[in-house]
């Protein structure tokens, strides 16, 4: 190994210390860039590109469907016993009034509404539209 080889090893190490990892990354995307497996940065450079375009048709039927199987889920869900126990939980916890547990009247934190909400929901629940079994989240 040479000296050469053995400095310019040592340069990396003192700027990847010294540089902050966020600076570090935009020095590489503005270079263009980006080692062979950095799939985070790639991901990263799509996200940032596919906010500016349009989805799918197909896509866009495919989350509506997502949204409203979820509702329907957390609206079932809620009179059976893990949601009536999480919303006897909630209503006890209290909390600032920051939003609305579905199905209820209760005004609660926002943590608490959606602790609420995700043990509303029965998993796994068949999809209100195709019969199988959702995937779009779980409690």
């Known amino acids: 190994m040479r000296r050469r080889r053995i400095l310019q090893g040592l340069s990396g ?6 540089l902050r990892p966020a600076a570090a990354a935009r020095a590489l995307v503005q270079e263009g860039a980006a080692p062979a497996g950095d799939v985070t940065g790639r991901l990263a450079r799509y996200m940032v590109a596919a906010r500016d375009r349009e989805l799918p048709p197909a896509v866009l039927q495919a989350v509506k469907h997502r949204i409203l199987d979820t509702l329907a889920a ?5 009179r059976l016993k893990p949601g009536e126990m999480a919303i006897r939980y909630v209503r006890a916890q209290g909390g600032a009034a920051e939003a609305s547990v ?3 009247n209760i005004r609660t934190s926002a943590i608490n509404a959606a ?4 043990m509303s ?4 629940w068949p999809s209100a539209r195709t ?4 995937s779009f989240c779980a409690p």
């Open 74 to 78: 957390i609206v079932s869900g809620a």
């Open 115 to 118: 602790l609420a909400a995700g």
């Open 131 to 134: 019969g199988q079994e959702s």
């Open 102 to 104: 579905p199905t209820t």
């Open 13 to 18: 190490l003192v700027a990847a210390a010294v």
């Open 121 to 124: 929901q029965p998993w796994p």
